[in-house]
């Protein structure tokens, strides 16, 4: 069953194979790396796509505080 499957994954006994089309999409989505880009965090699609969400409030925020203490690691870290 599902529970003894996550256990064992848990536990380091199990390896992760997945069978069918959606859990080959879900790995896949676990696996892409979207971060914030004044914080340390993982962005979902929404996320990325608003520029009004709570993620993106947020790391604007982090821009802002980041602007205060340096202005040029704002510079460095916009690319």
Known sequence: NNEKQM???MDGEGNMAPST????ADLQA??????APFG????????IASDAGPSANLSM????????????I???LSG
């Open 30 to 35: 676990a696996f892409a790396i979207q971060p």
């Open 40 to 47: 340390s965090w993982n962005m979902c699609d929404s996320c």
């Open 21 to 24: 089309e959606q859990e080959i």
């Open 61 to 72: 925020r982090y821009r802002d505080l980041a602007t205060a203490v340096d202005g040029e």
């Open 74 to 76: 704002v510079t460095a």
């Open 7 to 9: 256990r064992a994954l």
